[in-house]
Every structure is written in structure tokens, then in C-alpha cells.
């Protein structure tokens, strides 16, 4: 499917302000799929990905507040924040997707999966892990990460700055968290992640019960677009299996 022709443009209101999304409409009785981008990025971050999947998916991309065309209030920008917004998308929707989320999206998605129910979640080099190896975040340098969001193009100074600056204490991943989390996992992680440890993506795999951990080779921290085709694959592979297990389910 191309990013530029088989999407739609569409905006949902939220309390925080409106959230821009794409959708590409599935077969009927497909599962809908939620993709989630990382820190900075909007659904572009996509374009590689859904260029390599079937067309008879139903799949939403959507910009997180503060990015893309999505609102950009002036708040403090906690996960939690974020978390809600997807809530109320989900809720106005009136839909139970399978969630892909990338680095703060997959923050994001595993938080809300240790709350909400869904159908099932891909966490792909998710950030958010409490590590005090990483000043109890997995970004490290805080100033560096800034500079290097900063450089991709449409960002709001005020909200890349309040979210790398919020105090996540309490809505950083740990055992307990992930262990709240009962959906079908997919956890995707590059062999050659500079920016999260694959020891993280070894972590999550241990405390979400049931998660099954794939390693790509040759890929950094965004395997969705520089092995596309790859995470495509994998992707595609894991909605099989949950497809699988919902007809013996029936049977």
C-alpha cells in the first residue's frame, strides 16, 4: 500500500486537542492495527513500512500530541498524558486494535497495554525502561537527545523539552508494569541499537509473560525503515499467529 495514495487524511478530538490520523481502510473483519512513532517523528516515520504490507489491512498512523499536525498545547508532556489521548482515539473509534509502537510510542503503547485491554501489542526498540545505567531512562544524555529531535523538521522546542524533562518516575517500565501486561507480545529489537540497549528489548521479553523477542540484524533503533522490509515480514508473521490462535479459539 503507498503512504500517499491509499491513506486518508482525518482528525479525532480529544480533551488535549485534536490528534491527526491516517487510515487505510482493511477488508472487513480485518483487526485494526494502531502505529505509534517515536520521539519527534509523525506518521512519515511509516512510509517504508506500510509500502511493504498487504493492502487488505485496516491500519490507523497516527501523530502523537505535540507532533505532526496533531494539536500541540502547552502542557507538561508526561507519558501519561499520551497514554489518554490513546485512550480517548481508541474509545472514539470505537475499535480494539493491535498496537505498534516505536521507541516513545512503544513506551507509550506498553503503558497503556499494562492498563487497557487490546488485542495485542509490537514493541519495537521501546524507550521508558527504568534503568539507572540511563539516569532512569533509556535516552542517556538528555541534552544530546534534544539537539539530535530538534533537527527533524516541525518540532515544537516546548514539547520535545517537557518531554524529555518530565518527571516519568512513577510511569517508567519495570517488572511491575510489565508484568500487568496479558496481551500476545511482539517485542522487535535492531542488533545494533546505539540509542536503547538490545539488553532492554532481553529485559522487556523477561517481564511481559508470554512476549516473544525478535532480533533484526544489520539494524539500528528504527529496524521499521532501515530493514522495512524485514520488520514488515515479521510484523505480517506475528498477525498470522494472532489470527491462528483467534480461529482455534472458535473451533
Known amino acids: 500500500m503507498n503512504y500517499e495514495v491509499d491513506f486518508s487524511d482525518n482528525y479525532a478530538e480529544t480533551k488535549y486537542g485534536k490528534i491527526f490520523y491516517k487510515q487505510h481502510k482493511g477488508a472487513e473483519k480485518s483487526s ?14 511509516w ?14 498512523l497516527i501523530d502523537l500530541l505535540g507532533h505532526g499536525k496533531s494539536d500541540a498545547p502547552n502542557i507538561d508532556y508526561k ?23 516505536h521507541s516513545y510510542g512503544g513506551w507509550v503503547t506498553a503503558l497503556y497495554a499494562s ?11 521501546s524507550a521508558g525502561f527504568y ?13 544530546i537527545l534534544y539537539k539530535k529531535v530538534m533537527q527533524l523538521a516541525g518540532n515544537h522546542d516546548y514539547v520535545i523539552k517537557s518531554i524529555i524533562n518530565s518527571d516519568n518516575t512513577e510511569f517508567y517500565l519495570n517488572k511491575e508494569i510489565l508484568s500487568k501486561i496479558k496481551t500476545p507480545t511482539l517485542i522487535v529489537w535492531g542488533r ?7 539488553d532492554i ?4 521479553n523477561e517481564y511481559i509473560i508470554g512476549s516473544k523477542l525478535t532480533i533484526i540484524e544489520n539494524a539500528g533503533h528504527v529496524s521499521h525503515y532501515s530493514q522495512s522490509e524485514i520488520f ?20
Open 115 to 125: 492498563l487497557y485491554d487490546t488485542q495485542a501489542i509490537v514493541l519495537e526498540d
Open 79 to 101: 507519558v501519561n498524558v499520551q497514554v489518554s489521548v490513546l485512550r480517548e482515539f481508541i474509545e472514539k473509534l470505537d475499535i480494539n486494535p493491535i498496537i505498534v509502537g
Open 201 to 204: 528489548g532481553r529485559k522487556l
Open 47 to 60: 512510509l517504508r513500512t506500510v509500502d511493504s504490507l498487504v493492502d487488505n489491512l485496516d491500519i490507523y
Open 131 to 143: 534503568n539507572e545505567d540511563y539516569s532512569k531512562n533509556t535516552y542517556g544524555e538528555k541534552e
Open 32 to 45: 485494526p492495527i494502531i502505529f505509534i512513532h517515536g520521539l519527534g517523528a509523525d506518521t512519515r516515520s
Open 232 to 251: 514488515s515480514k515479521t510484523l505480517t508473521e506475528f498477525l498470522q499467529f494472532l489470527k491462528g490462535k483467534q480461529k482455534s479459539k472458535q473451533c
Open 192 to 198: 545494533d541499537d546505539e540509542t536503547v540497549s538490545i
